[in-house]
């Protein structure tokens, strides 16, 4: 990228911080309490938010800046994305990669009653260029704070997602340890499925489907382990933050898991990546040490109600590197 080009990216998110700012003023600047109890916003509100969004994430990622990212969006979502940028950074310096960020056009809306910050409301939004539908977490820590997304799973466009249950216009929520007419609660389901990505022989392996995601995860780990070295991968459920209860009694699951990749090599041992990886980004090609690469997957659960079909399953997912651990020293000749 030229400077030219990145001055230009930047002063755009400049005048975007202005518009985050400014533009969402149809909440009180000052309260005194934390008791909401109203519907989290209104559909004005989140197609402004919805705009900002997409125009700041093209910023960041024409300029590789993670610093607009974090205008817009938090936690394990903004984790994800800037590992992607610096991975971009680590392999092509600041030049663009030619990266695109496509837009998606919103089709849905589901928005809670809540009587607490932080506030939040749920979209689908259609992504035709990639082929897939975005289910997405907006979240508003307080009256004064800006909406950040905090969750994106993705999944196919020929995916069918369980319609949320709402009554009179609002979404119903499900608690992340409510286990009233479902097969598991949500936290449960979560941690049975990080048991069975980790180990398919797990007790808990029973407890839920071994969907695509799991043949995949468990494809990629066996092309990942090089000769030469010791490779473990670990999985952990971070804890549940949001689920919606579904039209059929069932419940739509937003989870992270967190995930570990670990090389030990060999005395002598190297490991040639391939040139456009986040192995080779982190742990250099050849590698030559031991060392570790953490994960986030955001994944998009159904748990089915009490006497329905078949066992919690994951419909989408988004994730990507977050970090790297050097964990050996250089391997003896």
């Known amino acids: 990228m030229t400077a030219a080009r990145r001055r230009a990216a930047l002063l755009a998110a400049s005048a975007l911080t202005l518009t985050l700012v400014t533009g969402c003023g149809v909440f009180p600047l000052e309260k005194t309490s934390n008791d909401v109890s109203k519907v989290a916003a209104d559909h004005g509100e989140v197609d402004r938010t919805y705009r900002n ?11 590789l800046d993670p610093d607009i990212l974090a205008l817009v969006e938090t936690g394990p979502m903004l984790a994800v994305d800037a590992g992607a940028i610096d991975v971009a950074k680590r392999l092509h310096g600041n030049a663009s990669t030619g990266q695109e960020v496509a837009p998606a056009e919103i089709e849905d809306v589901f928005t809670p009653r809540l009587d607490a910050y932080p506030l939040w409301f749920m979209t689908t939004a259609r992504d035709d260029a990639r082929g897939l539908r975005r289910v997405q977490v907006f ?12 969750t994106s799973p993705e999944a196919l466009l020929s995916t069918v997602l369980p319609v949320p249950k709402t009554v009179d216009g609002v979404v119903e929520t499900v608690g992340p340890d409510d286990s009233d007419g ?20 797990s007790p808990r392996a029973t407890q839920v489907t071994a969907d695509s995601f799991v043949t995949q995860m468990r494809a990629q780990a066996a092309a990942l382990a090089k000769p030469g070295t010791t490779f473990q991968r670990t999985w952990a459920s ?6 919606v209860r579904t039209q059929d009694g069932g419940a739509l699951v937003f989870g992270t898991l967190m995930r570990q990749d ?53 419909l989408g997912q ?5 970090g790297s651990e050097d964990t050996g020293s250089v391997a003896a000749p």
């Open 53 to 63: 969004y997409e125009k700041a994430r093209g910023a960041a990622f024409t300029a």
């Open 139 to 150: 979240e508003r820590e307080s009256s004064t704070a800006q909406w950040e997304l905090t």
């Open 182 to 201: 479902l097969l598991s609660s949500p936290t449960a389901a979560m941690q049975a499925y990080a048991a069975t990505l980790g180990d398919p022989n």
């Open 238 to 243: 971070q804890p549940v933050t949001h689920a």
């Open 262 to 314: 670990g090389w030990v090599l060999a005395p002598g041992a190297s490991v040639t990546w391939p040139e456009d990886s986040e192995q080779k980004a982190y742990l250099g090609s050849p590698m030559n040490r031991s060392g570790v690469l953490r994960y986030y997957h955001q994944v998009l659960m159904y748990v089915p109600p009490q006497g329905g079909v078949g066992l919690p399953r994951v």
């Open 318 to 322: 988004y994730g990507g590197v977050i």
